[in-house]
């Protein structure tokens, strides 16, 4: 997750032990791509326990294995001022000002989950946000400037693996931890949605430049998101630029740009006049989930950033394309506890822990970071993560081919940056 270091880059929880205990990266919140939050686990008991040893095959075997005409439907716009976009002057370079305010965070509309019941009131403070996910291009910057190594190109340290495995589980042979991360692998035809591990593989050598495997490639995806990273690689190049991972709460406000409650970032439409809004399973594959096309070579994944509508706030694919991670730990019942407050709740942080007993097999206190957005997989059959509400929680070393992040900076931090720089520019003009 955010903050750790190899212990975990996740922040805090106690950044040591709790960072540890961000484990398993690859013991597979695989629920990937439909989250525990954002369908209910349909996984049975005795799926569950065969996925379980299915992942230790995959673990111990290679480790614990493991989501403008523009509609704005009945909902009025909470902000009608025009899009502010830092230029490098006025404000950091790509990115987008979010005026802040006061809103309903979560759902009670139908196909709300329990995790994002009850919509309850929040008010977040201004700041600037990434106009879209941090892509291939800028991660690739990050890395030659600092050579650092993603969680996926390292060894899997069982220590931080183990958190979140049931009790007892056996440790896996050093030979077997090899690096490598969760790759979306589809059906050749359909089938039961209860078992996820039908579609998602632990893959050895998969990371960032090689999202699906060692055999494939980036080449040409400069401008898609950066994928297969966890929440410590994320928190690592938050550091290096400046930048932090946003909240939850602004993570929301931010995607609803305006909108009141609208079921989707742009409205209550899926497809206003029949116009596909985000790289999203639905409306975008030909064959139902997980089904893989072999007309279309399987080639499902990310699209590049800004392919589809921006919303008021000048934000692109704040739902869809790839998840994003977010810098909260995930409570399954955090909204409740929100809620149980007369008052609106200013600029929260989230909890101090995480607790999530809808996730088959894992230990409910187990490590989790909040995680937003849904990707290029979430669909009306399986995964309704397209939709502002919609959060899950993920295992802070989890990298996936389907999450990514971006980021967002205060405003006084980068007055502060900005007057440095001006500063830096001064001195180095020859004096006269």
Known sequence: MVTATRANDPASRDKANGERGMANRKTANANSNSSAAARPSRVTARSSRLLLWGLLLVTCPALIGFAANWAIGTHSRAASSKVAQGDGV?????MAWVPGGEFLM????????ANE???????????????????NAEFRKFVEATG????????PDWETIKVQAPPGTPRAPDSVLVPGAMVFVGTDGPVSLEDFSRW????????WRHPAGPQSSIAGKDDHPVVQVSYEDAEAYAKWAGKRLPTEAEWEFAARGGLTQATYAWGDKFAPDGKQMANVWQGQQAR??????AKAGGAVGTSRVGSFPANAYGLSDMTGNAWQWVADWYRADQFRREASTTSVIDNPAGPSDAWDPADPGVPVAAPKRVTRGGSFLCNEDYCLSYRPSARRGTDPYNSM?????????????WEHSNERRQAASADAQPRS
């Open 90 to 94: 006025h404000g950091p370079q790509g």
């Open 401 to 413: 081919s389907h999450l990514g992040f971006r980021l967002v900076m205060d405003k006084d931090t």
């Open 200 to 207: 998602w593989r632990y893959v050895p050598g998969a990371d």
């Open 288 to 293: 139902p989930f997980p089904v893989m096309s």
């Open 148 to 155: 650092y190594v993603t969680t996926a190109e390292k060894k």
């Open 117 to 135: 019941r009850p919509a309850h009131k929040v008010r977040v403070h201004g700041f600037w946000m990434d106009e879209h996910h941090v892509t």
């Open 106 to 113: 979560g759902s009670d509309a139908k196909m709300a989950q």
